[in-house]
């Protein structure tokens, strides 16, 4: 199995490469500082298939997975990539509504209730740190339909947010990814048809486990995207910054944090790359290497753009400079789509 880009995917890696660095770079401080949603941006990606790229071609997607641009910053990313919808999603933005306030991990805990009634389902409940949750023309939302059954009465609703009950409080204090919007979720007597049920009554929990391996994939990719924004950010500092009558990259100290934060973010890539193949060919490797891509991808991003900012000392802990700012988004990466320690968890039932 060979994980090397070919030609086509080398062109679209560099297309969207280009467009972070031309449309997204000039704006990433602005956005940042006032965690204003970029909705313009999402648009303009929009029409260059960057919006939900991993949606299948037959169903109006663009059939890619999700690398490049967040090189120029990582709450972009997480617009970019939603991962819900068909061929609306390029026109609607989505939200997947899974987490709750005391169930993360837990998926299996949750405690929204979908009670059926008629021809329809009432849907009761409150969901937590859901990405593009006040945005969203339409949401993704994870319920207990057989409360007594465990991971086994868990369904999926497709649940428009402007349907009666449906209420959103924004999340506004994040300490990075500050332009990715982030809400708590209401659901108070939210009915929606029986024809919105996703797949089949009482899979939910199955297919978010199909889901999670692409998901997980793509947060290894926004990992390596701000690990390599930092390196890049550091080599380039690195070379102007002058101590002792000479540029601080002739130091034999920056010269091996430079080339440690290099291996890290290729050795990322390469098996981000990795996974990205298992999942695409929908093999049983996926889900193994998945978890390890998004393992290792985001504990070394957290320590590239740390090393990132020491390579810059007082100037990169200040926002003149772009440093502090991967460290903000790439420590999100060791949590949402699964923590660190319950990819560990996975890897090692995959093993034994």
Request: with cysteine; hydrophobic share 40%.
């Amino acid at each position: 199995m060979s994980f090397q880009l070919s030609d086509e995917q080398e062109a679209i890696r560099s297309a969207v490469r280009e467009f972070a660095e031309e449309e997204i770079a000039p704006v990433a401080r602005e956005h940042d500082e006032s965690g204003e949603y970029p909705a313009d941006l999402r648009r303009e990606a929009a029409e260059y298939d960057f919006v939900a790229p991993n949606i299948p071609t037959e169903y109006g997607g663009a059939g890619m997975v999700n690398n490049g641009n967040s090189n120029a910053d990582s709450g972009r990313t997480t617009i970019a990539s939603t991962p819900v919808g068909s061929a609306v999603c390029a026109q609607q933005s989505s939200a997947s509504a899974i987490s709750e306030p005391a169930h993360g991990s837990n998926v299996a805990g949750i405690e929204t209730r979908a009670e059926k009634d008629g021809d329809e389902y009432v849907l009761n409940g409150n969901k937590m740190w859901i990405t593009n949750g006040t945005v969203a023309d339409i949401a993704v939302v994870m319920t207990k339909t057989d409360p007594g059954a465990g991971h086994q009465g868990i369904t999926a609703f497709l649940v428009p947010t402007d349907t009666e009950g449906f209420s959103t409080e924004t999340i506004d204090n994040k300490l990075g990814i500050r332009a990715s919007d982030l809400a708590e979720v209401l659901l108070d007597d939210v009915r929606v048809p029986e024809k919105n049920v996703v797949g089949e009554v009482n899979q939910g929990f199955y297919q978010l486990m199909d889901f999670f391996a692409a998901g997980r994939t793509s947060v290894a990719a926004q990992a390596v995207g701000a690990a390599q924004g930092a390196l890049d950010a550091a080599r380039e500092y690195a070379g102007e910054r002058e101590q002792f009558d000479q540029p601080i990259a002739e130091f034999q100290a920056i010269r091996h944090k430079l080339a440690e934060m290099a291996t890290n973010a290729d050795a990322a890539r390469s098996l981000t790359y990795r996974a990205a193949t298992h999942v695409e060919a929908g093999d049983d490797n996926a889900v193994r290497f998945a978890s390890m891509a998004k393992l290792f991808a985001s504990e070394h991003a957290v320590d590239v753009a740390d090393e990132a900012i020491q390579v810059f000392g007082g100037a990169g802990y200040v926002t003149d400079h772009p440093a502090e700012r991967y460290y903000r988004d790439a420590r999100i990466t060791k949590i949402y789509e699964g923590t660190s320690e319950i990819q560990k968890n996975i890897i090692a039932d995959r093993l034994l």
